[in-house]
């Protein structure tokens, strides 16, 4: 930086301000208060330069690589080669370009102009970014590819994107969930791996033991958990998951009565033809009034 030390001193007197137009004319004195005011005013004003002078950050210009050997604080350098203005930092001795210095703020748009912005911190943002059309990278890894609008990670499940995932979920052709991304199939639902990215859903009723019961086509039960056959049936597994079903006792053609009466009320002869059918009655107690020759059998003995 110059350090200029002048040797004009101080003017005593201050003198008078001469008018406008006033000059000296061959042979004339000075007057005297107009010379003071002009020699006292000058010297003021060259004390005042060298001050400047002494004071005034330095600056230069040149090809990249010519910077000034031995730079002072907050000299300027405009870097032709680059287009960069930059300023001398006697604190960390470089020359830091203008646009980087700390603490800048911007009052309009930055441009880079095509050039790469390089070392960024925490960047901080009051707006949107839009890239233009253009990818977002981490080294050679691409995070936002633009033709497919979609970041490459951030946004998927097992490496899909959830818009092709199809994860709807129905039950009955009413939807019970817009987004699901896991079906969990309960009791009775069997999923398999096809191995090709697909599955295989299977009913399993193994377990479904439930039936109507019926009685001359009228159903009695519905949705029945077991079935107890009692009285004169045996129930014999088979031992191939099916069972047989056995009357414990069997009638014959001894045991007869006449069709649509529980008693004989004489005896049949053969000229009547009745019509007979098996006798087989649950009442514990033996008929009132039996007649002559009747049959009758206690099925609960």
């Excluded at 990818?135 to 033709?147: C, E, F, H, L, T």
């Excluded at 969990?184 to 193994?206: E, R």
Aim: hydrophobic fraction near 30%.
């Amino acid at each position: 930086m110059a350090d200029y030390n002048t040797l004009l001193k101080t003017w005593g007197d201050t003198g008078t301000e001469y008018p406008d137009g006033y000059s000296l004319l061959e042979g004339e004195q000075p007057v005297d208060a107009w010379d003071n005011f002009l020699r006292y005013n000058t010297i003021q004003d060259l004390l005042h330069l060298v001050e400047l002078t002494n004071s005034r950050i330095e600056s230069d210009s040149g090809s990249a690589g010519n910077t000034p050997p031995s730079p002072e604080e907050g000299h300027f350098y405009y870097d032709t080669t680059n287009d960069q203005l930059k300023v001398w930092n006697a604190s960390t001795l470089a020359w830091e370009t203008v646009a980087m210095a700390n603490r800048l703020t911007l009052k309009n748009a930055l441009n880079a102009n095509g050039y790469g912005i390089t070392s960024v911190g925490s960047l901080g943002m009051s707006g949107t970014i839009n890239v233009n059309g253009n990818n977002i990278k981490d080294g050679s890894d691409v995070i936002y590819n633009a033709n497919a609008e979609q970041f490459s990670d951030a946004d998927t499940v097992d490496g899909k994107h959830a818009s092709d995932l199809g994860s709807g979920a129905s039950d009955s052709g009413v939807e019970v969930l817009a987004t699901a991304t896991n079906f969990d199939f309960g009791a009775n639902l069997s999923v398999v791996d096809n191995g090709d990215g697909t599955v295989t859903i299977s009913a399993d009723q193994s377990g479904d033991t439930h039936t109507n019961i019926s009685e001359d086509g009228a159903q009695v039960q519905s949705d029945v958990d077991d079935i107890n056959f009692i009285g004169h049936l045996n129930v014999i597994s088979d031992g191939d998951g099916s069972v047989t079903i056995d009357p414990a006792h069997n009638h014959d053609s001894r045991y007869l009565r006449v069709s649509g009466d529980n008693q004989m009320n004489g005896p049949i002869y053969a000229n009547q033809n009745p019509t007979i059918e098996f006798v087989c009655d649950p009442r514990t107690a033996d008929p009132a009034n039996p007649v002559e020759g009747q049959e009758w059998i206690r099925t609960d003995l």
